[in-house]
């Protein structure tokens, strides 16, 4: 198969991580296309995105007048752009130039395979919630705040660990399977996205992996600081989705109003911290 790598990279008020986002996607093997998706950002990151545009005719940008979502934005991506393999990477993610073409081989001999790799922040601590379950909304009820958390620890003894559901942050997988699965669920404004395209993946007979043994930098969050009510709203609107979309129709009416409830109940519990961090 053609070893080319569309990378497409969705930003908002991105401006403090795009410049070095783009740098490396710019030096990483195998790169042939880069397509970034801005929804609606008002800082500075068309300006950067267009003076990486004018050195390299690989980098080409859609600007969103509005916010049409996370997922909406990498199906824009995806179209505008060609080659085989498609590789999803937030703005604030730094990858080195051999990661996604190791990637790309290691896929390529799953078969059908979304891969992800381990993330680590500016210190090289690494991100917990990289490697994810399904959600348990069984769990969920019996304790909200339990119920909520995803994180599966890594497996050190193996260099590529199955695992249900990755983070979003950096996603490779064939064009083929990507078109076979119907892309990213526009429905979805931000957050949970990723857990519903991992789902897809699966129910498709694809595998979902994570190489342990590769590591990119992630800027944690720098798009989201500045609207932390807005992610949080978004993130318990996207488990709500997730459950009518793949449970709903198996669970009787009062668990389905049960399930509504202890998503906003978490979502409720949340608010408190989150005007701490805003005063």
Known sequence: MNPAIAAIVVTYQSGSTIDE??????????????RVVDNGSIDQTLDIVQRHASHDPRVRFIGNPDNPGFAAANNQGVADSHSPWLAFINPDLLVEPGTLAALRDRAQALGDGLLGAEQVDEQGVADSAVRRRDPDFGAMLRSPGKGARLAIAADPAQALQTVPALSGALLLMPRALFDRIGGWDAGYRLHAEDLDLCRRVREAGGTVAIANDLKVVHVRGVSSRSRPFFVEWHKHRGLWRYFRK?????????????????????????VPRLLRKSL
């Open 21 to 34: 986002c783009l740098a490396r996607l710019r030096q990483a093997q195998d790169v042939a296309e880069i």
């Open 246 to 270: 793949f449970e709903a129709q198996q669970r009787p009416l009062p668990v389905r109003v049960a399930v509504w409830g202890a998503i906003w109940a978490h979502a409720l519990v949340q």
